[in-house]
């Protein structure tokens, strides 16, 4: 399957996301406790996020720094309670999901994969025990596998030949060895879904490709669904199935990769889109982001892109747009877009 060819609808999702939040409290100064001034406040970090991903996809996540890229990714993987909205996993809505057994269940299920793979790894592990671990905690009535399983996941994970790394511990592994050894410790439980946050921005960039070869090929050879987030656009066009932007906790554009990358409809996919060097191909014309990102606990009135966005009008600033289908298998919430 090439990137570009979206999954049947036919198949059902692996994780389905909707109005999915997660806002943090803001702890008020010691004054407002006090005379217990003004509502509480909250960073509204993810504030109604929308997607699906089917087995065989990889969606990327988009979007400037602070957008909630990472709080998404966590709060899909269950590492943070969601504060609203639904997370149906393999048709199972998590919330639903209480007793440990089912919970352990949906972890070993949906795994990740994060930025810094001298912080995922315990020093004092080598590498066979690194990626026995999770084999052990949930699959321990398969012991007679484990060593086999420990090799197929290192395999998988492109450590070759594997015999040279399983007694290796991290100091005596490059960052990308490394971050293939925190690949194969997530894999090894066979996870259906994989978040993978910024899994190449930390490492030299001639071992990227590498990298991302890999996580495109457990999506197409091993029917993975992966949520992809990234600053980093022109990966995205290499490995992704389908491209959402986010801004300020929501959605604001998603669709098929080229469509996204070539012809983004909201402003601020345009903008972004624009300002990615490898990405300005033909006459595009740079557009430019007006103001600062705004912060997340005092969100605008309207559309939260309203105050950086050159073509706002009235409507903009009063009600906040929905996303809303705009043909080619495609979503924006703009009410320009949507109008035209
Ligand atoms: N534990 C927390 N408590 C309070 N606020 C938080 C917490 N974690 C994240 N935030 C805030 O939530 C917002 C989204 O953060 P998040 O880390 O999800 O962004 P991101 O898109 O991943 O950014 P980056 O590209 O820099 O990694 C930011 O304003 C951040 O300061
Ligand atoms: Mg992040």
């Known amino acids: 399957m090439s990137p570009e060819t979206e999954r049947a609808d036919t198949v059902p999702p692996i994780i389905e996301v909707r109005g999915l939040r997660k806002w943090y409290p803001v702890r008020s100064g010691f004054f407002a406790s006090l005379v217990g001034a003004g509502e509480a406040k909250h960073v509204k970090a993810v504030d109604g996020v929308d997607f699906t991903i089917r087995p065989g996809e990889v ?21 943070h309670e969601p504060s609203g909205g639904s997370i149906i996993f393999d048709g199972e809505d998590l919330a639903s999901i209480t007793g440990r057994q089912r919970l352990k269940r949906f972890r070993r299920g949906a795994q990740i994969v994060f930025q810094n793979p001298y912080e995922s790894l315990n020093p004092r592990f080598n590498v066979y025990q690194s990626v026995l671990e999770p084999i052990a905690i949930h ?3 398969e012991q007679s596998s484990h060593e086999a399983m420990v090799h197929r996941a290192l395999e998988r994970a492109g450590l070759l030949p594997v015999k040279n790394f399983v007694s290796r511990y991290p100091h005596e ?9 925190a690949i194969a410790r997530a894999i090894a439980v066979e996870p259906r879904f994989l978040v993978a946050d910024e899994p190449v921005s930390m490492l030299d960039v001639s ?6 070869n890999l996580l495109r090929k457990f999506a197409t050879e091993l029917d993975m669904g992966i949520l992809y987030i990234s600053h980093d656009l022109s990966t995205m066009r290499h490995i992704c199935t389908r491209i959402a932007i986010m801004y300020l906790g929501r959605i604001v554009e998603i669709g098929p990769t080229a469509q996204i990358l070539d012809d983004p409809q909201h402003p601020y996919a345009q903008a972004l889109i624009a300002a990615a060097p490898v990405m300005r191909r033909g006459a595009r014309k740079r557009i430019h982001l007006e103001g ?3 912060n997340p606990i005092d969100l605008p009135l309207g559309c939260r892109f309203n105050p950086r966005c050159s ?4 409507l903009c600033r009063t009600q906040e747009p929905l996303l809303e289908p705009i043909g080619g298998r495609r979503q924006a919430a703009c ?6």
Do not use: D, F, W, Y
């Open 59 to 79: 969606l990327g996540l988009a979007g400037e720094s602070g957008c909630g890229k990472s709080t998404t990714g966590m709060t899909v993987a269950k590492l």
């Open 139 to 141: 699959m321990p009535a």
């Open 173 to 181: 592994l490059s960052g990308g060895q490394l971050q293939r050894v």
């Open 207 to 212: 071992v990227r490709a590498g990298i991302l």
């Open 292 to 294: 600062a990102v705004p």
């Open 311 to 314: 073509r706002a009008v009235a």
């Open 335 to 340: 009410h320009l877009v949507n109008q035209s």
